[in-house]
Structure formats: C-alpha cells, structure tokens
T-cell receptor, first 109, second 113 residues
Framework: RKEVEQDPGPFNVPEGATVAFNCTYS??????FFWYRQDCRKEPKLLMS???SGNEDGRFTAQLNRASQYISLLIRDSKLSDSATYLC??????????FGAGTTVTVRA | SQTIHQWPATLVQPVGSPLSLECTVE??????LYWYRQAAGRGLQLLFY??????ISSEVPQNLSASRPQDRQFILSSKKLLLSDSGFYLC????????????FGSGTQLSVL
C-alpha cells in the first residue's frame, strides 16, 4: 500500500464552481500535513499547511481527519488560475515527507 | 529571507555520460536537504536526503549518488547516466528537525538520449 494516495482526477470544473478532493495516508503516526500546488514543468509550491482543527486560506479550505487518516482540500469559487496538480504531503516523525501522485484540477471558462 | 538555487534548468546528456547537479540554499543554516525525481506524469520520488554535512541517506538504490560538501550545498551525481535517469530533478530544503515545510528549487529537466 502506498504511504499517500490521491485520486488522480482530472477534476474538470467550470469557473465559479466548488471542487473538493481527498488524500489518504497509511502511517497513523503522521504528524504534519500539507497541500502543494504544481504547475506543468514547474516546482511544487506550498499552498497551505493542514492543522488538526482545519484551516482556511481565502478560497481554500483544508481539513484533517485523523480517525480515518485522510486530509481534504476544498476550493471555492474556482478561477482559471486554479488549474494545476495538487499534491498531498505527509510527514511522520523523521526527516522524510511522503508525496501523493497528485490530483489534477482543470477549471474551464 | 531564504532562497534555494538549483542549476542547470535543462540538461540533455548522452547515455553513459556523467552528471552533476548542484543546489545551494541561502539565508539559513543547517537545513535538511533533499533530492527528488519526478518522471513524466508521475509523483515525486525521494532519492537522497541529508541532515548535515557529509551525512547522506539514500532512499532508492541506483546509479546516482549525492554529496553535501558544505552546510548549504547539495550535489547529485552520476558516473554513467542511463536512459531511465531522465526526469525532472528537484532539490528541496526544510528547517532542521522533522515535520517542516519543504521549499523547492526550480528544478532541472534532464533528458538522457
């Protein structure tokens, strides 16, 4: 079983729509959780950290469910510029962070 | 502020040739350093990480090696490239300690022909 699994998508949504997707992780001892955004042929960039109580950054909301071992990302009022691959990243009590393969989101006009 | 530099941006190399990719971090000390590889349409694969000068941990056995000659310098090398070494190579750093955010360099697109 992979350490971090994501639905690859693609999620094809119209502008203004809400899109949400999850990421599951296998290590129950995981302690840090992040969402990264990666554009084609570019480096991943930190979108937001995910906290136990859930957190929001503008149109983006992240949730953590430790009991079921998943994190989620919700994007409200989608913009064309939100089209990208979203990477789920999970860290345990060592120096390594595990990446999901990414969820592709395409926002159409 | 901290910055990470990685070069070159693109590289085309023949099979069997050597490789050297360099990465440096500025504005911080004693960072954890990482090399990842991303094959086309795939996720990131951790190749090496280092928590200090001269300390290298290898995650995947292969014909690549890494070195950390200075605190903020991380080098990825190969003596003889294979076709399967083609991919997008990313250097990254975090603050020392675990569970920290990763910050990536701009990547090197390597094509082995």
């Amino acid at each position: 079983r992979k350490e971090v699994e994501q639905d690859p998508g693609p999620f094809n949504v119209p502008e203004g729509a809400t899109v949400a997707f999850n990421c599951t992780y296998s290590n129950s001892a995981s302690q840090s959780f992040f969402w990264y955004r990666q554009d084609c042929r570019k480096e991943p960039k930190l979108l937001m950290s995910v906290y136990s109580s859930g957190n929001e950054d503008g149109r983006f909301t992240a949730q953590l469910n430790r009991a079921s071992q998943y994190i989620s990302l919700l994007i409200r009022d989608s913009k064309l510029s939100d089209s990208a691959t979203y990477l789920c990243v999970v860290g345990s009590n060592d120096y390594k962070l595990s990446f999901g393969a990414g969820t592709t989101v395409t926002v159409r006009a | 502020s901290q910055t990470i530099h990685q070069w070159p941006a693109t590289l085309v190399q023949p099979v069997g040739s050597p490789l050297s990719l360099e990465c440096t971090v500025e504005g911080t000390s004693n960072p954890n350093l990482y090399w990842y590889r991303q094959a086309a349409g795939r996720g990131l694969q951790l190749l090496f990480y280092s928590v200090g000068i001269g300390q290298i941990s290898s995650e995947v056995p292969q014909n690549l090696s890494a070195s950390r000659p200075q605190d903020r310098q991380f080098i990825l090398s190969s003596k003889k490239l294979l076709l399967s070494d083609s991919g997008f190579y990313l250097c990254a750093w975090t603050r020392s300690g675990g569970n920290e955010k990763l910050f990536f360099g701009s990547g090197t697109q390597l094509s082995v022909l």
